[in-house]
């Protein structure tokens, strides 16, 4: 439960961060809240030489609203999402994030750059077809998309050298959002989590729907099948529950400690349709 010696930086500048990063030969990591990084560091997953923490540097925290477009800092924390509901599924997601002192450190950047399939925020990048910006060594910036930032468990095309900046999301404003998570104790990691997003068209019908799938997979999932079923059709009570039933379609979840890969399955096609329902509501 102790870490290996590493050195800790804390720069005051992201200029200064990222040329600490390529700072020689050694292995280096970004530090933002901690909270998923520092519990590998403890059992030795992961042994960084050298830290180098982002609290200083400024102008990397909070949300910004431009043109139907949320810019929301890396450094933004899940309890200043949680805080703020009019960011909708945001808000709603960030508040079911394990207990208030995770997230009251937890940033967005550092649960995206992570990319942990069983987390909450990818999910809802996804379903929200996000994109980050990352910005590496020069001054060079690009950005990725959500269906091409999460490659595999654990592994995210943040780049070494390279920080995520910001993240860009439509607002989806005039949309029904619901995050139901499913865990077997409360505030834990989700079992599965499923984030549902519906815009209901002007005669009634499902206009447009995105549902993401959290734990399902080694990186978060769009339930596509579920989302074609859907759309176009009468929201009724009978509709969703068709197309909750093609929520797990496609799906290879891994079984773990707490679920076979059917039980999860499961769960997707319950959670599913009470998260569209949630979202009608
Ligand atoms: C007890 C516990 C329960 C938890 N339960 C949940 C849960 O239910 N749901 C959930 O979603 N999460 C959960 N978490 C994880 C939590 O949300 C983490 O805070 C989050 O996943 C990582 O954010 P962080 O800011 O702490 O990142 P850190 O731990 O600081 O960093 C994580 C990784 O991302 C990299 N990184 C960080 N910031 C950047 C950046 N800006 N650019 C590039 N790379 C960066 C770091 O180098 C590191 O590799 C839990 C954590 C704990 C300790």
Redesign the pocket.
């Known amino acids: 439960m102790i870490p290996a010696e590493f050195d800790y930086v804390a720069p005051e500048t992201l200029d200064d961060a990222i040329a600490a990063l390529g700072d020689g030969d050694r292995e280096a ?11 590998l560091m403890k059992v030795r997953l992961a042994a960084p030489e050298l830290l180098v923490d ?1 609290r200083r540097v400024p102008g990397m925290r909070g949300v910004q609203r431009e043109d139907g477009t949320l810019r929301i800092g ?2 933004t924390r ?1 309890a200043d999402l949680q805080g703020d509901a009019s960011l909708g599924i945001w808000s709603i997601a960030a508040a079911q ?2 207990d208030q002192q ?1 997230r009251n ?3 967005i ?3 995206l ?2 990319g ?1 399939s069983a ?3 990818p999910t809802v990048l996804v379903a929200t077809e996000g994109t980050v910006t990352l910005r590496g060594a020069g001054g060079a910036t690009r950005d990725v998309g959500a269906d091409e930032l999460f490659q595999d468990y654990l592994t995210t095309a ?1 780049g070494e050298g ?4 910001e993240v860009r999301v439509p607002a989806l404003e005039g949309w029904g959002a619901a995050y139901e998570k499913f865990t077997r104790r409360a505030e ?3 079992m599965v989590g499923v984030c549902a997003l519906v815009r209901r068209g002007d005669d009634g019908t499902c206009a447009d729907v995105r549902i993401g799938l959290t734990n399902m997979g080694s990186t978060p999932l769009r339930a596509r099948a579920a989302e074609d079923a859907l759309r176009g059709q009468s929201l009724s009570a009978e509709a969703i529950a068709r197309a909750a039933d093609a929520a797990a379609e496609g799906t290879e979840p891994p079984a773990d400690l707490n679920a076979s890969a059917d039980y999860k399955r499961h769960l997707a096609r319950v959670l599913t349709r009470r998260a569209l329902e949630k979202a009608l509501a």
Do not use: M
């Not at 990591?29 to 519990?39: I, W, Y």
């Not at 390279?162 to 900046?165: A, D, G, I, K, N």
């Open positions: 990591k970004l530090l933002a809240g901690g909270h998923s990084l520092l519990p982002l890396a450094l899940h994030i394990a995770v450190r937890g940033t950047g550092g649960s750059a992570h942990d987390s909450d925020l943040v390279e920080v995520l900046t834990d990691w989700a």
